[in-house]
């Protein structure tokens, strides 16, 4: 199975800083990436599908890039309501398999 | 609008058996890929199993493999997993999502194993 290296496993960040999450593939899944954002108590969200494509609705701080094994999510200006859990999930080779999590907290 | 609805959840014994369903509407249900995926509590999200638009291709996760069984009913636009020798490990929150994306999730449903 594909593993999924998602870091760091826990954020504490200032509102309006810069945020970013990497995930790493243990091989080369072309850009079938993808992130999701989850609230507690929530169903999560997909932000981001294809590595860096935006999800409809979804606010322009939010990006995401790279392809092949290295992957990076970023939020370019932390925002109260952007507390929540991020996942990585690839779905490139089965089983698809997710990344561990990283939990952002604001400071 | 997309909407899924997963019902059937609850607390069954180990070795048991369960079956959820997941109801969907807002979309041609039958053109899509259905995914289910678990989290247990305090935990991060497994994928658990997929079925094509069609119901001829299926994935399962080790984890589950012999056990559950996805099916779907493109006339009922509904999605079930039938989860047999359920062990406690299988505790969770079970969501439906669609697509192998997982672009529309479901609200899920708790699962619980447990004497």
């Known amino acids: 199975d594909i593993q999924m290296t998602q870091s760091p496993s826990s954020l504490s960040a200032s509102v309006g800083d810069r945020v970013t999450i990497t995930c790493q593939a243990s091989?080369?899944?072309?850009?079938?990436l993808n992130w999701y954002q989850q609230k507690p108590g929530k169903a999560p969200k997909l932000l981001i599908y294809?590595?860096?494509n935006l999800e409809t609705g979804v606010p322009s701080r939010f990006s995401g890039s790279g392809s092949g094994t290295d992957f990076t999510f970023t939020i370019s200006s932390l925002q109260p309501e952007d507390i929540a859990t991020f996942y990585c999930?690839?779905?490139?080779?089965?089983?698809?398999?997710f990344g561990q999590g990283t939990k952002l907290e604001i400071k | 609008q997309v909407q899924l609805v997963e019902s059937g959840g609850g607390l069954v014994k180990p070795g048991g058996s369960l079956r959820l369903s997941c109801a969907a509407s807002?979309?041609?249900?039958?053109?899509?890929?259905m995914t289910w995926i678990r989290q247990a509590p305090g935990k991060g999200l497994e994928w658990v199993s997929y079925i094509s638009g069609s119901g001829s291709t299926i994935y399962y996760a080790d984890s589950v493999k012999g056990r559950f069984t996805i099916s779907r009913d493109n006339a009922k636009n509904s999605l079930y997993l039938q989860m047999n020798s359920l062990r406690a490990e299988d505790t969770a929150v079970y969501y439906c999502?669609?697509?192998?994306?997982?672009?529309?999730w479901g609200q899920g449903t708790l699962v619980t194993v447990s004497s």
């Open positions: 091989q080369d899944i072309s850009n079938y």
């Open positions: 999930q690839q779905y490139g080779i089965l089983p698809y398999t």
């Open positions: 999502a669609r697509g192998a994306a997982l672009d529309y």
């Open positions: 807002g979309f041609t249900f039958s053109d899509y890929y």
């Open positions: 294809d590595a860096s």
